[in-house]
């Protein structure tokens, strides 16, 4: 997926959800920046509390389905949801 030839590969990112930017100077790769959302830090002491009043959360994202996908899996730097 990467496209630019001397960039490194960015396969896993993408799988993750991150939208890849690709950076050059004069024309020649110089980098890439990968960004994606995050849960919040309360996030998963809401969904917990939610849970317990017997309520089960429903993630609505306008993210794509791996990046939605990769943080329900608790694939964030928070912790599991």
Same mark, same amino acid.
């Given at each position: 997926?990467?496209? !630019? *030839?001397? !960039? *490194? +590969?960015? +396969?896993?990112?993408?799988?993750?959800?991150?939208? %890849?930017?690709?950076? !050059? %100077?004069?024309?020649?790769? &110089? #980098?890439? /920046?990968? @960004? &994606?959302?995050? @849960?919040?830090?309360? &996030?998963?002491?809401? /969904?917990?509390? %939610? $849970?317990?009043?017997?309520?089960? *959360?429903? @993630? @609505?994202?306008?993210? =794509?389905?791996? $990046?939605? !996908?990769?943080? /329900? $899996? #608790?694939? =964030?730097? $928070?912790?599991? /949801?």
């Amino acid at each position: 997926m990467t496209s !630019a *030839p001397d !960039a *490194p +590969d960015t +396969d896993e990112y993408i799988k993750d959800g991150c939208t %890849v930017t690709y950076m !050059a %100077v004069d024309g020649k790769y &110089a #980098g890439f /920046i990968a @960004l &994606a959302d995050t @849960l919040r830090d309360e &996030a998963t002491e809401m /969904i917990s509390s %939610v $849970r317990e009043m017997g309520i089960t *959360p429903v @993630l @609505l994202t306008g993210d =794509n389905e791996s $990046r939605s !996908a990769h943080l /329900i $899996r #608790g694939g =964030n730097s $928070r912790g599991q /949801i």
